[in-house]
Structure formats: C-alpha cells, structure tokens
C-alpha cells in the first residue's frame, strides 16, 4: 500500500506532517479529514526503487497475478456479477497484498463514476497501455466480458512464452554461478597451498603457473575491491543498458549472434503480432495499436520501425510496406500482414503471423539450449583445466629443474 507525506493545520492553528498510509490520495484526504484536519499538502512518498531493481518494501504486483484476475473478471462477468462487486470479491480473494491494494483503488473510482479503464490507467505499472486500451474498446462495444478473455488469453500466452525462455536459460547461469564460485574458491584457498611449495622456483616457474599465482596473491590481497568492483559493474551495467544509447549497442550486438539474435527477434515479433492482433480485435484504431505494441516489443529498434510504420499509415500508405523496408520483420510477417489487409482480415492474419512464431520460438529454444550448454561446458572446462594443469606443471618438470 503506498504511503503518503502530508502537511495539515488543526483547528487550532497548529502545523503538524507526517505520513500515512492509504489505497490512494483520495482515501488518505479523506482519512485526514475525519480528524478534523485541513489539509495544506500532500503527495505520494517517493519509492526507492530503480526500473528493473527490487528492494525491501517495494512490492511488485506480477503478470501472472494480473492473467488470473482477468480470467476471473470475465468469468464474473459472464455470470452477471456488476463489476464493482467483482472488483470487491477479487480483491478479497487475491493473495497479494500490493494487487488488494490496487483492486480496491480501482474499485473506489468505479464507485465514484470514473470508468473502468479510467480507474486501470491510474496504475501503469500494474495495467499496461494496451491492457487499459482494449478495457476502453471494451466498455465502448459493451463487450467487455469478451474483451477480457481476450485479454486473458494474450496473457496467458505472453507469461508461458517468457516462462519458456527463462527456464531455457536457467540451467547455463546455474553451470556458470557454480563454475564461477568454484575457481573463486581455487584461486582464494586452494592455489595459496600451491604458492608455499613453489615458494623456492623464483623465475623457473612456467609462465601459466606464475600467472595464475599472481591472479591468486592479487585476490587474496584485493578480494573485497574486486567484489565490490564486480558488483558494481553490474548494477552500473544494469542502469547502462536501460538508456537509449545501451540499448540500442546491445541490440546491435545481440541481434547479430548467430541463434541468439534470431530467437529475440522472433520473441519480439510474437509479442508484436500478438498485441497488435487482439488490440484491432478490439476494436481499437490501428494507430493507437501501433503506438501500443511500440511500448511491449521489447527492442528498440522495432518500436523505431513501428513508429515509421505509424506515419506511412497518416500518408494514406498500407502497413506491410513499411515493414518490410524496416528489416525488423521476417518477409514472411510482411507478406501475410498485406495478405490480411487485401482481405479486410489484419487482425486474422496478425493472429496467424504470432502463431507461426511461437512453434518458431519453441524450435529456437530448443536449439540455442542444446548448443549453450556444451559450449559453456567447454568454456569452464578450458579454464579449470588451465589452472590444473598451471599447477601440476611444475611438479612434472620438477627433475629437468633440479638436475
């Protein structure tokens, strides 16, 4: 629940601020009220939180909260129940105390007349563009029990397919944390043993022995600035890649791997087609949908083509053309959009286009994980075995020394 910082006035002329925690601004003026208080300001306490970076009292509400909530919505829907009654039973029932939170916040400004969509749009980080998009078609068609099993559906298929690739990566950064804290602790404990019988050799010593006994003595010596050193680039290289310059070289990079580039692009192009599928479904412009499906593809030089998309469209011009031209997008997907758009079927074809990409991906899944995985085998057995063998190598040339 967010916490609001408030300066109020009692009805004696005295000044008083603190804090105060609320569903909404709305609910902790009234709350503040009830004391006989008048308020002279207030704002939302300021969360210590960074995009993509989680801490301690910083609740996130996830994707898989959010698909089962709209599930349940449609089915409550679907049986007559009005909303702001489903809106007060979800609320009730959904375990997550940030999601109860936000439900009933929705619930109050439905209350009060806002619309539905109105009510989501207060909450970006729970309800997306495209999400309160397709809830506004939705009120506006009087179909909203169908817009969200569509919605429902887009979900469902958008947290399996980031499930699949998660897991596709988990078992290499598993192999990899482990061979790490592995040489870790052969450089910091085990190496030092090796250092006191070589401690007589001086420059004898073969060049692969001295240098991983100097990495060793320079960790022994240096563990906690490395450790902070290595901590540090990361999250520097966290925040690095979310500007506009990092993204656009990691894309760069990225997209021209050999099985990595293509397996994002085709995750990016499903989560495009999708979105822009169910969105013109919908009934909404295909402008606004365009602009949407920018903010969910995932790479930034997509959401550049869709935006030339978006203004070849103003020109009166089709939108498979400029797909083509962008180089983002698979011949394939421009072919069929121009195919459906022939046939007054966008949103068809755009439903085809993200199909067919998905068994793409579970086939690119498939293959980066069966080449990752011996790779990085041999990657980390080259390493530990350069340090195994820099250790024993003295001891097999030991004779030819002392001779």
Known sequence: MPTFVYRVKTRQGGARQGELEAVDQDAALRALRRQDLYVTRIREKSSRSIEGWSFPGTARVSQNDVMVVTYQLEALINAGVPLVQSLDMLATQTSAPAFQAVLRAVKQKVESGSSLADALQGHPTVFTPWYVSMVEAGEE?????????????HLDKVVRLRQQVKLALAYPLLVVSV???????????????????????????????????????????????????????????????????????????????????KLRRNVAVVHVARTLSVLLG???????????????????????????????????????????????????????????????????????????????????????????EPLMIVVLGIG????????????FQMPSVFD
């Open 141 to 153: 068609s009087g179909t909203l029990d169908k817009t969200f099993g569509r919605l429902a559906v």
């Open 179 to 261: 061979a790490l804290l592995v040489l870790w602790v052969l450089l910091i404990w085990v190496i030092p043993m090796f250092a006191t019988m070589f401690a007589d050799w001086g420059d004898a010593l073969p060049w692969p022995t001295a240098v991983v006994l100097a990495l060793s003595r320079w960790l022994q010596e240096q563990w906690v600035s490395a450790l902070i050193g290595m901590i540090g680039m990361g999250i520097g290289g966290r925040l690095w890649a979310k500007t506009r310059s990092g993204q656009r070289m990691i894309e760069h990079v990225v997209l021209r791997l050999p099985l990595l580039g």
């Open 384 to 395: 530990i075995g350069f340090i195994v063998v820099a250790m024993y190598l003295p001891i």
């Open 282 to 372: 919908s009934g909404v412009p295909i402008l606004r949908s365009l602009e949407i499906a920018q903010k969910v593809s995932g790479l930034q030089l997509m959401a550049w083509a869709l935006e030339e998309a978006r203004s070849s469209i103003r020109e009166g011009h089709t939108l498979a053309d400029p797909l083509e031209r962008s180089g983002m997008f698979p011949r394939l997907v421009s072919n069929m959009v121009g195919v459906g758009e022939a046939t007054g079927s966008l949103d068809t074809a755009l439903g085809n286009v993200a199909d067919l990409y998905e068994r793409e991906v579970d086939r690119d899944v498939a293959a980066f994980t069966a080449v990752l």
